[in-house]
Structure formats: C-alpha cells, structure tokens
C-alpha cells in the first residue's frame, strides 16, 4: 500500500478483556517497529520484528503484551487482561530493511481506551 | 540508558517568526537523529534525519542540527506559518538498538 495502515483506528474496551491490534506496513518493508503513546509523552518502543522473528522485544512491559507477525508483513499486537493503565495511542511503523540509517515510516495508530 | 528530552515543552508564536526547537540526548553514542511531526490524532511525518557523522539537514524552510559530542540538536523553522502549528519530537536511534528513543514533544502554535 501506499503508507502504514493501522486497523482499528479507536478501540474502547473493558477491563479484562482481550484485544487485537494490526498493522499493515508499507509493502516489501521487512523491518516492522511496535510503539506506545500515552497522551503528552512521545512515543515508547514496545517490540521490533525483521521478517517474521521477533529481533527484540525488550520494550514489552510485561507478560501480558505479545505480537505476531506471522508471514513477514501485517503484525499484530495482542494484549490479554487489559488495564486501564494500557490506554494510550498503539503506532506501528516500519522501514525498508532495519538497517541502522534508515527512517521509519509511521501509521496513524491506533487509540486504545481501557475502561 | 538513553533519556530525550524537549525544550520548550509548549510555543506559541506569531505568524512570520523564525523559531527554534530544542532536544537534548544524555548518551552521545547515537547513529542517528530524526525530527518528527505529530499532528493531533494523527501518527509521526519524519522532518528530517540526520546521521551521526552529519552536522545538519535542510529541507525547505527547516534545518536541524546536531552536536552529537555535546548530546543536542536543534530544529530551526524560518518564516512560521498557521500549518506548522503541531508537535514536533525528536527521536535517537543509538548504537544499542533497532528502535527510536524519543522526546516528549515541543507542542508549537503559530497564530495568524
């Protein structure tokens, strides 16, 4: 496609419960970077996939946060027993290779309400 | 581990002002540095990117710069006008990682 696409847009949940985040990135793109925005910061780094593996996922809070990116292109990030305390915008960006000089190209995000 | 912060953290100027954005870095061991822009509601348009060996970048009526010995880099915008009204962050991507490290964002109104 043309740019990152990132589906849903607004997600609002319940405590609890169980919710999935995708994202497309822009076509042939191998690197796929997962972030977190909480309203007034910039955005933090939560997982980085080349291809289908996961290169590093230092960023995940805790166990309850996994992402997939089964055949190399759309990821998704799953969160399991969701917290008000994960609400907060979910970007998805990615970049031609994840070789160190390049830029990343980022979707709208998706803003997820935990209530 | 490597902290970004923004100064100022809000700006509002008039139309026609030339500014400057400023970001600060505590680890000098950087590959790159990338200016951002955030619209509200929106994700991240890159700005500019500057690699480590590199002192600035222009584009336009933008130019950033970077120190990276003395961990900062400032983004100069010339001529201000209402559509540059947004947030600006900068964001690191060191020598550890795949991943960018930003700042909180210098949130800019530029009144008609």
């Known amino acids: 496609g043309a740019g990152v696409s990132q589906t849903p847009s607004n997600k609002v949940t319940e405590k609890g419960k169980y919710v999935e985040l995708r994202c497309d990135p822009i076509?042939?793109?191998?690197?796929l970077y997962w972030y977190r925005q909480s309203l007034g910061q910039g955005p933090e780094f939560l997982i980085y996939?080349?291809?289908?593996?996961?290169?590093?996922d230092s960023g995940l809070p805790n166990d309850r946060f996994f992402a997939v990116r089964p055949e190399g292109s759309v990821s998704t990030l799953k969160i399991q027993r969701t917290e008000r305390g994960d609400s907060a915008v979910y970007l998805c960006?990615?970049?031609?290779?994840?070789?160190?000089?390049?830029?990343?190209?980022f979707g709208p995000g998706t803003r997820l309400l935990v209530l | 581990k490597q902290e970004v912060t923004q100064i100022p953290a809000a700006l509002s100027v008039p139309e026609g002002e030339n500014l400057v954005l400023n970001c600060s870095f505590t680890?000098?061991?950087?590959?790159?540095l990338q200016w951002f822009r955030q619209d509200p509601g929106k994700g991240l348009t890159s700005l500019l990117l500057?690699?480590?060996?590199?002192r600035e970048q222009t584009s336009g009526r933008l130019n950033a710069s970077l120190d990276k010995s003395s961990g900062r880099s400032t983004l100069y915008i010339a001529a201000s006008q209402p559509g540059d009204s947004a947030t600006y962050l900068c964001?690191?991507?060191?020598?550890?990682?795949?991943?960018?490290?930003f700042g909180p964002g210098t949130r800019l109104s530029v009144l008609p």
């Open positions: 076509s042939g793109h191998t690197a």
């Open positions: 964001a690191v991507r060191d020598n550890y990682g795949q991943n960018f490290v």
């Open positions: 996939f080349q291809g289908t593996g996961a290169a590093d």
């Open positions: 500057i690699q480590s060996s590199q």
């Open positions: 960006a990615s970049s031609s290779s994840g070789t160190w000089g390049e830029t990343q190209y």
């Open positions: 680890d000098s061991a950087i590959y790159n």
